[in-house]
Nanobody, 123 residues
Framework: QVQLVESGGGLVQAGGSLRLSCAASGSVFSRNVMGWYRQAPGKQRDLVATITSGSLTNYADSIKGRFTISRDNAKNTVYLQMNSLKPEDTASYYC?????????????????WGQGTQVTVSS
């Protein structure tokens, strides 16, 4: 009952920038954690960054200083501003949302994933 739709991926040259967006819709709740993960072919899915509904952030070491995660709670949207992109950033980027109530108001941990958006960085 929660849908996550990513956008903003594409092909860029090394050193360029992209901004990814992830909009959550459906039975959303204000208390949540949203984040970005990425997965290259043949590799595991790794954390990129997370942000709480209180705007506390966490970043993977590999992207610190280059990427910025932010959110607009009113729009239920999380963003990932990616600067100084490197070829090794090439991956499918997935949005994840964690909620602590379901559509029936039941307390728990409920994870949802978007379909992913491709980011390709050329040298």
């Amino acid at each position: 009952q929660v849908q996550l739709v990513e956008s903003g991926g594409g092909l860029v040259q090394a050193g360029g920038s992209l901004r990814l967006s992830c909009a959550a819709s459906g039975s959303v709740f204000s208390r949540n954690v949203m984040g970005w993960y990425r997965q290259a072919p043949g590799k595991q899915r790794d954390l990129v960054a997370t942000i709480t509904s209180g705007s506390l952030t966490n970043y993977a070491d590999s992207i610190k200083g280059r990427f910025t995660i932010s959110r607009d709670n009113a729009k239920n949207t999380v963003y990932l501003q990616m600067n100084s992109l490197k070829p090794e950033d090439t991956a499918s980027y997935y949005c994840k949302a964690t909620y602590y109530r379901n559509s029936r108001g039941e307390i728990g941990i409920y994870d949802y994933w978007g379909q992913g958006t491709q980011v390709t960085v050329s040298s």
